[in-house]
């Protein structure tokens, strides 16, 4: 089936470090990717996203490449800040898939400093 | 502009009642989703609607649950009987149109718990 797999959290950083979330999919057709970011007390929000092979989605700092040889979305940011302490979900729809969202489990990241 | 809204935000109620959830999506949005997000958990598809009608109902976990949408706009969410079980944050989405790349928009959720 369709599915997507998150690297588990928490993660803990120092502020300024590089951070990295992976992320992999499974998925019929060719999915678009969508990283979601929940910050604490609010709700989701969209931080990228890459409808095809090769895109690069950006926001923020954030960036994540639809790499479909090796399925995954993994999310990077060259200098985390306390701010972004979040849980972060990846999610794909697929084609055929109704336009619903399937989302991994999320992974919290705290940064400290 | 105002984004997608959720009323109320939180709900108890007693195992066996009946609970109705609000979602209101942005203005003009035609596609209308329904998610529910266990502790530590992504959230999982319950319902979408496209316009008044639901286009997909697959995610909906028994017959104790019904979404309706009768004017293409404002939507509720359902559950009868509830069970302890159904307790968690059920969020609601709204996108432009339907489609693969579409951005979809969440609300604050309703967090319900079940006694």
């Known amino acids: 089936g369709n599915s997507v797999t998150q690297m588990e959290g928490p993660v803990t950083l120092s502020e300024e470090a590089f951070l990295t979330i992976n992320c992999t999919y499974t998925?019929?057709?060719?999915?678009?990717l969508f990283w979601y970011v929940q910050y604490p007390g609010e709700g989701l929000q969209l931080l990228l996203k890459?409808?095809?092979?090769?895109d690069k989605g950006s926001n923020k700092g954030f960036e994540a490449t639809y790499r479909k040889e090796t399925t995954s979305f993994h999310l990077e940011k060259g200098s985390v800040q306390v701010s972004d302490s979040a849980v972060y979900f990846c999610?794909?729809?697929?084609?055929?898939?109704?336009?619903?969202?399937?989302f991994g489990t999320g992974t919290q990241l705290k940064v400290e400093l | 502009g105002a984004g997608v809204s959720q009323t109320p935000s939180n709900k108890v109620t007693e195992k066996g009642k009946y609970v109705e959830l609000r979602c209101d999506p942005i203005?003009?949005?035609?596609?209308l989703y329904w998610y529910r997000q266990s502790l530590g958990q992504g959230p999982e598809f319950l319902i979408y609607f496209q316009g008044t009608g639901a286009a997909d109902d697959s995610g909906l976990p028994n017959d104790r649950f019904f979404a309706v949408r009768p004017e293409g706009s404002v939507s509720t969410l359902k559950i009868q009987r509830t069970e302890r079980g159904d307790s968690a944050v059920y969020l609601c989405?709204?996108?432009?149109?339907?489609?693969?790349?579409?951005?979809?928009?969440f609300g604050p959720g309703t967090r319900l718990l079940v006694l």
């Open positions: 203005s003009g949005h035609t596609a």
């Open positions: 890459a409808t095809k092979a090769d």
């Open positions: 999610a794909l729809i697929y084609t055929g898939g109704g336009n619903k969202l399937t």
């Open positions: 998925a019929t057709g060719y999915p678009s």
């Open positions: 989405a709204s996108s432009p149109r339907a489609g693969v790349g579409e951005t979809q928009y």
